[in-house]
């Protein structure tokens, strides 16, 4: 009989912004001006977990749900209890307030330990469902991290359930398909990224939830090792508005005028370049290189950078050009006109600033690599161009780990790409993916060489195993950026730390953030925003062999079926026409996207190809390997034409380098719309065969 530990989170309603939920001030979304709701992917693994209990016949299985947060979270426990648990916990305490996810993972798995000590007897048989990620973090950094607290394995990304043979198994998404596996022993985590079956309150369940205890926790309950902001790895150093998007957003009222602008973005190219890195900024210099002592201009942030430009400034008045120079009466001096600019004691430490030259860190910039079937996954060459530009500021060479079975002879392509040191961490039982093993092969090379910096992909496979290595070796993580940089905190005695940015709230604020209480410093970085280098073949690398101890008891999963999509599809050509779940069916699909890709490829007499969303593929609309998207193929075609697709982040991350962005789509508030150049309100099955018969006269 198994139990289910289900987490929900009570989270701002990232839905339903209104214009008076912004600072007037910063333009940042103020969270406690927007309404509180359940995270919606917890309550699919609410419907989840009671959906195992249906399909394994086990009706005593126990659903508790679990939460960490104020005491109105409470609110989703009641949601819980009216739909489908049987018991619930509240975790909730001011010190564990300002956690980031390994304080929030850590408190969690504590809480979880008690749980299946006190409420499950010590029982083994039990199952941590929760959904992959929240909508206000993003990071879907906690539940991997929960299990390595636990030391228990973790399937992420599961999107069904089956039972066969007294056991689960679970269908989940992988980069290029779908993937079924099974927990070689339970306990297991199991993370729901998607579930469309909800559950509805019943009038008795709903009565119920109101008579319920609601099992109350304090920090000093759980005894848990790393809470609130003293046990958090990272810090949030700036939160501002995300920039304006570079697409034109343009609604196009007739066919005829989308006809004009297709034919004449085609054929002038002038569309939207790729989106680059968020806060492109100049290239970071060592303190020891640049041209003047009391040069702090790569400080983290306005306010530091405006403080150090006043005080060289007040130095050069007074014709200091050494900080021995700096005596008491010369302090005085300064503080005296710096109009409230800083007291004594910031003063003191800026100028202790001036005098530090080395980096905070040591070590090298790594990425660490994701292959499969002997080819480099493209992001990780993004991350070795990005880590190349790093590496070269910080004066030290970029490595690569790369764990697998016969992965030697990819070493080559990792060097001409810019790396300088690839770490090969081989043994058969690391053939396929399995985020226990591998997270102890990359862990080990990283407590063996200690890099300074250690960038992840933000694909599926980077997103379970970054939280999972940085938990192990005690470091922060930072999920899904869209900006890494080199700067300094000279007041605070850092100089040459990385500042990581991305978006946060669903994509309304970006938020600043750097590592602490950590010897290396960790990111994943979302695939298509760094660049990747040009291969240069004259590139000299060293390949250094690191072996790891691994056993069977070490690989957590049994991989029972994969399924990647196969056959030749020219991602190449100048224009991919992708339909979506909105094509309603495969024949619709075939006959729609046809005469569309018919009619531009007479009108534009160049390659058209077809992609489609994930949807589409899972709906059977056409095969797997015309996927674009995070787990699909990532394009940068001249002209991308999305047609019922309604604009999710994981497709759109994978069409990021395209020129321009053309949508049809019958929803006037399909997301897609803020994220394209030119788009018309309509149904595909009307308006693409006026735009196909205005292409002819265009
Ligand atoms: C880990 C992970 C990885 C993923 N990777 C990818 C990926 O690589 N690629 C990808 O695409 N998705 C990926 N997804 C899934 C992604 O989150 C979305 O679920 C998916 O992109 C939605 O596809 P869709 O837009 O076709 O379907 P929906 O979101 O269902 O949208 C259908 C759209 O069609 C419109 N529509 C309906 N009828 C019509 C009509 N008659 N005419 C015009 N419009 C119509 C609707 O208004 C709606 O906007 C991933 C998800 C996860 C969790």
Same mark, same amino acid.
């Given at each position: 009989m198994s139990d289910y530990i289900v987490l929900v989170k009570q989270v701002p309603d990232v839905t339903q912004i209104t214009d008076n939920a912004f600072d007037v001030e910063t333009g940042t979304l103020v969270r406690s001006r927007l309404a509180s709701v359940i995270n919606e992917l917890d309550s699919q693994a609410l419907a989840f977990a009671n959906e195992m209990r249906r399909i394994s016949s086990d009706k005593a299985g126990k659903i508790i749900a679990l939460t960490m947060g104020p005491p109105m979270a409470e609110e989703v426990l009641r949601y819980s209890l009216s739909r489908c648990a049987d018991m619930v916990v509240l975790l909730t305490d001011r010190n564990l307030a300002g956690a980031d996810t390994v304080a929030t993972a850590n408190p969690l798995a504590f809480a979880v330990r008690r749980i299946v000590k006190e409420i499950l007897k010590g029982s083994k048989d039990y199952y941590v469902i929760s959904g992959m990620q929240s909508v206000d973090g993003d990071t879907a950094q906690v539940p991997p991290q929960i299990a390595e607290e636990l030391g228990? /394995?973790?399937?992420?990304?599961? *999107?069904?359930?089956?039972?066969?043979?007294?056991?689960?198994?679970?269908?989940?998404?992988?980069?290029?398909?779908?993937?079924?596996?099974?927990?070689?022993?339970? /306990?297991a985590v199991v993370t729901v990224a998607k579930y469309?079956? !909800?559950?509805?309150?019943?009038?008795?369940?709903?009565?119920?939830?109101?008579?319920?205890?609601?099992?109350?926790?304090?920090?000093?309950?759980?005894?848990?090792?790393?809470?609130?902001?003293?046990?958090?790895?990272?810090?949030?150093?700036?939160?501002? /508005?995300?920039? @304006?998007?570079?697409?034109?957003?343009?609604?196009?009222?007739?066919?005829?005028?989308?006809?004009?602008?297709?034919?004449?973005?085609?054929?002038?190219?002038?569309?939207?370049?790729?989106?680059?890195?968020?806060?492109?900024?100049?290239?970071?210099?060592? !303190?020891?290189?640049?041209?003047?002592?009391?040069?702090?201009?790569?400080?983290?942030? @306005?306010?530091?950078?405006?403080?150090? *430009?006043?005080?060289?400034?007040?130095?050069?008045?007074?014709?200091?050009?050494d900080t021995n120079q700096i005596d008491e009466a010369c302090r005085e001096k300064i503080i005296a006109v710096s109009e409230g600019h800083f007291r004594k004691k910031a003063l003191d430490d800026m100028i202790k600033g001036f005098e530090l030259t080395k980096p905070s860190y040591t070590g090298e910039v790594w990425g660490v690599a994701e292959h499969n079937e002997g080819r480099i996954h493209p992001a990780t060459f993004e991350l070795i161009g990005k880590a190349r530009e790093l590496a070269d500021s910080l004066e030290t060479k970029v490595g690569v780990a790369v764990a697998g079975y016969e992965i030697e002879p990819m070493a080559k392509d990792l060097i001409t790409a810019g790396a300088d040191n690839i770490y090969i961490i081989e043994d058969k039982l690391l053939s396929e993916f399995d985020p226990t093993a591998y997270r102890k092969a990359i862990a080990d090379a990283i407590n063996s060489y200690w890099p300074q910096i250690v960038l992840f992909a933000a694909t599926p496979q980077g997103r379970m195993l970054a939280p999972m290595v940085s938990y192990?070796?005690?470091?922060?993580?930072?999920?899904?950026? *869209?900006?890494?940089?080199?700067?300094?905190?000279?007041?605070?005695?850092?100089?040459?730390?990385?500042?990581?940015?991305?978006?946060?709230?669903?994509?309304?604020?970006?938020?600043?953030?750097?590592?602490?209480?950590?010897?290396?410093?960790?990111?994943?970085?979302?695939?298509?925003?760094?660049?990747?280098?040009?291969?240069?073949?004259?590139?000299?690398?060293?390949?250094?062999?690191?072996?790891?101890?691994?056993?069977?008891?070490?690989?957590?999963?049994?991989?029972?079926?994969?399924?990647?999509?196969?056959?030749?599809?020219?991602?190449?050509?100048d224009v991919i026409v992708s339909g979506g779940k909105g094509m309603q069916s495969r024949d619709n699909y075939e006959r729609l996207v046809g005469l569309l890709c018919d009619g531009l490829s007479k009108r534009l007499d160049t390659q058209i190809e077809r992609g489609a969303s994930r949807a589409a593929v899972e709906q059977g609309f056409v095969e797997r390997v015309h996927q674009v998207g995070q787990t699909g193929t990532s394009i940068g075609p001249k002209l991308y034409i999305a047609l019922g697709i309604s604009g999710a982040i994981q497709h759109m991350i994978g069409v990021a380098n395209t020129d321009t962005i053309v949508a049809i789509n019958s929803d006037p508030n399909a997301p897609i719309f803020k994220q394209c150049d030119y788009y018309i309100v309509g149904s595909v099955e009307d308006a693409i065969p006026q735009l196909v018969q205005a292409l002819e006269v265009e």
């Open positions: 228990l /394995p973790c399937i992420a990304y599961v *999107t069904k359930a089956e039972f066969k043979d007294k056991r689960f198994e679970f269908t989940r998404i992988i980069s290029g398909g779908s993937q079924v596996v099974a927990a070689k022993k339970k /306990p469309e079956f !909800p559950l509805f309150a019943t009038f008795a369940k709903a009565r119920q939830a109101n008579q319920i205890q609601i099992i109350r926790w304090g920090s000093d309950d759980i005894k848990a090792s790393h809470i609130g902001v003293t046990g958090s790895k990272t810090s949030v150093i700036r939160v501002f /508005p995300p920039g @304006k998007s570079t697409r034109k957003c343009e609604k196009v009222d007739d066919a005829k005028s989308l006809a004009r602008l297709i034919v004449d973005s085609f054929k002038s190219g002038n569309g939207e370049d790729a989106q680059g890195e968020e806060t492109r900024t100049s290239r970071y210099v060592l !303190p020891g290189k640049r041209t003047a002592k009391f040069e702090r201009g790569f400080e983290g942030t @306005k306010k530091e950078n405006e403080n150090y *430009t006043f005080l060289a400034d007040k130095l050069s008045e007074l014709r200091i050009t192990r070796v005690g470091c922060g993580l930072t999920a899904d950026c *869209t900006g890494l940089d080199i700067r300094d905190s000279s007041r605070k005695g850092q100089i040459g730390i990385l500042l990581q940015t991305r978006p946060a709230l669903g994509g309304n604020v970006m938020a600043t953030i750097c590592t602490k209480n950590s010897k290396s410093q960790m990111a994943t970085a979302r695939p298509g925003v760094m660049k990747r280098l040009p291969v240069d073949e004259s590139r000299k690398g060293k390949i250094i062999k690191h072996k790891v101890e691994l056993t069977e008891d070490d690989v957590s999963l049994e991989i029972l079926k994969t399924e990647l999509g196969t056959g030749e599809v020219n991602f190449e050509a």
